[in-house]
């Protein structure tokens, strides 16, 4: 990899086509599984693609493909556009496409075929080809918008070319510059972005979509407005929290007294995004106290060897039905019967989440033998555990609260009614496609090669954390290192990584430590000082704390475990729940 990046980086779109096309021919014939060709195709060619400066991170994805478990007739390395697509399968995106022969190469304005009918992709072909104006951009030879594209003969070649709006043909043999190389690439993404701008431009009133341009702020600042606009408070800090926790992991665990909006927050933040009760985007399932398997929550075979299907699974066969729109789902009150009995089975499934063909896939939740279909978790389900800490309640074993955001939602503000008297114009809801809330990453391996740093960043800082940890045998895996590295990778514009840091070890670390003797607290006070550069010491003037958490490096997870360590000199025992 440092080889291909010291010498490869100058000439890297040269050296990627050259290298597949006199390569790929050879490497069909040999095993697909672990091989190394396939690897530098799906992992070394985006790295390197997005080192160039008209790649946007934060806007485009690149991915490039081999074929799913067996060779491909067709190779391709695509760049899409989030705004519209995520996934090949659907949208329009730029691609090079390889010819099955391996002797001429295509850069394309084409279209996913996947999810698409035919009549859709020639509308949205011919759309393009009258929309783009193509003698505006200077390439290395012109911008074609025929249908002279030659992929070879098989069906998916076939299906490429019909999908083709524009294109720009390459002989491997006779390449032009890596300057022209470029310079046709940078074109293409000009006109790929010119054409998302006009359609965005071109949405109809009543078609209330949210703006392909939106950036994630202005999602989040639109989520914020809104919740404020129907009359409750929440700092727009909590919302930006929520939006990032959701998209690292569709499981979130909402903590805190009753009577803090916690279902409220989660309800408002969905119908913003245009999920309702209404268009069954948005349910409530309260949770009972003897619900004591899977089958409370998911469904049974009853007597007559009839499936009565459970409240979940409702919601899960209509959000597989509608894979596009997010659907949100609130296990209210979710310790009132225990986690473990009834929601590990999902949990379980939900671990194992793996790509195929572009799309998040799952093993089955329930038996396809019992229930008539294989169902699996769709991408596009989001679930939120509401939960308050009495003696009603049942705790949380860390099976649970390492697979999810604990999000803590105990401060109440009863004196702040200023901005009920704000005058603001009412905003509707807008419907946001779930693109906009998935996450781009299910293992570390899928962000490394664009976000290196932030991941040597965020581990380094765990292994330090860890080490505090280990006394009490409370140290984190490899999962709570992978969440809190997406978490921080896609909060990257919208906050510090220390500030990202810092809500990932007060929700993802601290909801799993208790202490009820001596080396236990003096691993709280151990991460006290951690978190704030500062030695705990007992007695300390409550003015000089204030100033200690005030200049913090992590100021919630300093003021929290400072919390904590107070309750354990009281009581003789604490926890995140009871501090």
């Known amino acids: 990899m440092d080889n291909i990046f010291s010498e490869e980086k100058k000439n890297r779109l040269t050296h990627i086509i050259t290298k597949i096309t006199s390569e790929y021919l050879s490497e069909r014939t040999t095993p697909f599984k672990a091989n190394t060709f396939g690897q530098f195709v799906r992992s070394s060619v985006p790295e390197l693609m997005n080192t160039l400066d008209f790649i946007d991170q934060n806007r485009f994805i690149v991915k490039a493909s081999v074929g799913q478990g067996n060779w491909a007739q067709v190779p391709w390395i695509s760049i899409l556009d989030k705004y519209i697509t995520t996934s090949t399968q659907r949208g329009y995106y730029l691609v090079y ?73 390459y002989d491997p043999t006779a390449l032009p510059s890596e300057n022209e190389l470029q310079q046709d690439l940078s074109a293409m993404i000009d006109i790929y972005k010119y054409y998302v701008s006009v359609q965005s431009e071109h949405v109809e009133e009543n078609n209330k979509s949210i703006p392909m341009d939106w950036t994630d702020e202005k999602m989040i600042g639109h989520i914020h407005t809104y919740i404020r606009n129907k009359g409750f408070y929440y700092e727009k800090e909590d919302v930006k929290n929520l939006f990032l926790s959701l998209r690292t992991k569709p499981f979130v665990i909402l903590s805190g007294i009753s009577g803090t909006g916690k279902t409220k927050i989660i309800e408002l933040f969905s119908e913003s995004l245009g999920a309702t009760e209404e268009n069954n985007q948005f349910t409530l399932i309260p949770v009972r106290p003897d619900w004591s398997d899977g089958s409370d929550l998911l469904g049974y075979t009853d007597i007559k060897g009839d499936f009565q299907e459970g409240p979940l699974t409702s919601v899960i066969k209509e959000a597989n039905r509608h894979k596009d729109d997010p659907y949100f789902v609130v296990l209210d009150e979710m310790n009132l019967a225990r986690v473990e009995y009834y929601f590990s089975d999902f949990l379980s499934v939900m671990e194992s989440r793996k790509w195929d063909n572009g799309e998040i896939q799952t093993l089955p939740i329930i038996s396809e033998s019992q229930v008539g279909e294989r169902l699996t978790i769709p991408s596009n389900l989001y679930i939120v555990g509401t939960v308050n800490m009495d003696e009603t309640t049942h705790p949380f074993s860390k099976k649970v609260l390492d697979r999810a955001n604990t999000i803590e939602c105990n401060d109440v503000h009863l004196d702040t009614l200023v901005f009920l008297e704000e005058e603001e114009e009412d905003l509707d809801p807008v419907s946001v496609k779930n693109d906009r809330l998935q996450s781009n990453y299910l293992r570390l391996k899928d962000a490394y090669a664009s976000h290196k740093d932030t991941i040597a960043y965020v581990t380094n800082e765990l292994v330090t954390v860890n080490e505090l940890l280990k006394p009490i045998q409370a140290h984190v895996g490899y999962r709570v290192r992978d969440e809190i590295s997406f978490y921080t990778i896609y909060s990257r514009y919208l906050m510090t990584m220390d500030e990202a840091l810092d809500f990932q070890f007060y929700q993802k670390i601290l909801p799993r430590l208790t202490a009820s003797h001596g080396q236990a607290f003096q691993v709280l006070k151990n991460l006290f000082t951690y978190f704030t550069n500062h030695t705990y010491e007992e007695d300390l003037p409550q003015d000089l704390i204030e100033d200690i958490l005030h200049q913090a490096r992590f100021p919630r997870s300093g003021r929290k475990v400072y919390e904590m360590i107070c309750r354990g000199d009281l009581d003789g025992f604490t926890s995140f729940w009871n501090s």
């Open 97 to 169: 496409l390889f010819s099955e022969d391996m002797k001429r190469v295509y850069l394309t304005f084409a279209q996913g075929i996947t999810e698409s009918t035919r009549e859709d992709i020639q509308r949205t072909r011919e759309d393009i080809r009258e929309k783009v104006v193509t003698g505006r951009y200077e390439t290395s030879s012109p911008i074609q918008k025929n249908q002279n594209i030659n992929l070879g003969g098989s069906s998916k070649g076939k299906g490429y070319e019909d999908s083709t709006a524009l294109y720009i043909q």
